[in-house]
């Protein structure tokens, strides 16, 4: 698979697990229709989701998806709380092993937020069975985390500078508008209780920065979750976790996940804390790499392209030139069982 025209040849490959602000179902549809590598992936990932889907009351996913019929990312949203961020899990971990049965398996990984969880799973250090719990018990604590979450064109500088003017800023935690999320330079994503949020929409917008409010019914990112962050670590710490096989670079610890890393600890703080992409990015691929996007949309390249003007960075299933190859030799999944 050429990966670009450039003469650079990439020396590593780093696979890049995206958000929640960027999941369609319809490129996952399409790409299950045209590329046989992906099918198996997702049928192989979605057993293992699927049992554990049953086991708290939900309807199994994988039969769904590869059906001539399948969901639309409203029914998903509008399912028992946790629905949307079963199948985004599976999808990010199925795009990952796709590509790794592709023959363009990574040397390392790089998470932002929820992208943790499959990561982590890819990493080998919880089982897909475990990750889909740990993805389940997410968003039905975020079913009870009332806010919302909006992209705004404007770096991390401008963004803070509006908060201000808006007077968000400052007060009590729960009543203020933070910045969620670093994408690139000229991006970012701002959290907060929904009052205030549309006041910095509305100034936003009078000062012609792009402000659009994600599809996302809860906050995140924000410093008000602390029992929620509590809650959800006290429940990853009931599962096995192994080292990490593959480095992690977190976008929200801002650093690798390691032997020594609390991981309950780290995936709680994708909830309180801040993501940063741009230096997690840049520490994560220091020399020539090639970035394949393990997700469902392309944002994540596209702020990628914006970082590294130079790398070689791919989304395939909305790049519509993506060739996926066959495996010259078969690829296991360590991570699989359970």
């Known amino acids: 698979m050429p990966a670009s025209s450039r003469d650079t ?3 590593a490959t780093l696979h890049l697990f995206p958000g929640q602000g960027d999941f369609a179902l319809t490129p996952l549809v399409k790409g299950l229709r045209a590329h046989r590598p992906l099918r198996d992936a997702v049928t192989g990932v979605f057993e293992d989701i699927d049992r554990v889907a049953v086991e708290h009351g939900l309807a199994p996913l994988g039969p769904r998806l590869v059906s001539d019929a399948p969901p639309s990312g409203r029914e998903l949203a509008e399912g028992p709380p946790g629905t949307a961020q079963l199948a985004l899990f599976g999808a990010s971990l199925s795009v990952h092993r796709a590509l790794c049965a592709a023959g363009q398996a990574p040397e390392r990984l790089l998470a932002v937020s929820f992208g943790e969880i499959p990561a982590l799973v890819a990493a080998c250090c919880f089982t897909v069975a ?3 719990r740990i993805a389940l018990r997410l968003g039905q604590l975020l079913h009870h985390c009332p806010g919302g979450l909006t992209l705004l064109g404007a770096g991390e500088e401008a963004a803070h500078a509006l908060l201000r003017t808006a007077g968000v800023a400052l007060g009590p935690a729960r009543a203020r508008v933070v910045v969620g999320c670093v994408n690139d330079s000229r991006e970012t994503v701002l959290a907060g209780p929904l009052p205030a949020l549309e006041r910095v929409e509305r100034l936003a917008r009078a000062r012609a920065l792009p402000a659009t409010r994600l599809r996302l019914p809860f906050l995140s990112h924000h410093p008000s979750l602390g029992r929620t962050a509590t809650a959800f670590a006290a429940f990853v710490r009931t599962l096995p976790a192994r080292p990490p096989r593959l480095p992690v670079h977190s976008a929200v610890a801002q650093g690798v ?9 780290a995936l709680a703080h994708c909830l309180t804390r801040p993501a940063r992409l741009p230096g997690t990015l840049r520490r994560a691929a220091p020399g020539p790499v090639l970035l394949l996007e393990a997700g469902t949309g392309g944002a994540l390249t596209r702020n990628a392209r914006h970082i590294l003007p130079g790398a070689l960075a791919r989304a395939p299933l909305v790049d519509p030139d993506f060739r996926w190859s066959a495996p010259p030799v078969p ?8």
């Open 130 to 132: 475990d990750g889909a």
């Open 9 to 11: 040849v990439p020396r």
């Open 257 to 265: 996940h390691g032997p020594g890393t609390d991981l309950p600890a």
């Open 331 to 338: 690829v296991s999944h360590p991570g699989a069982v359970g």
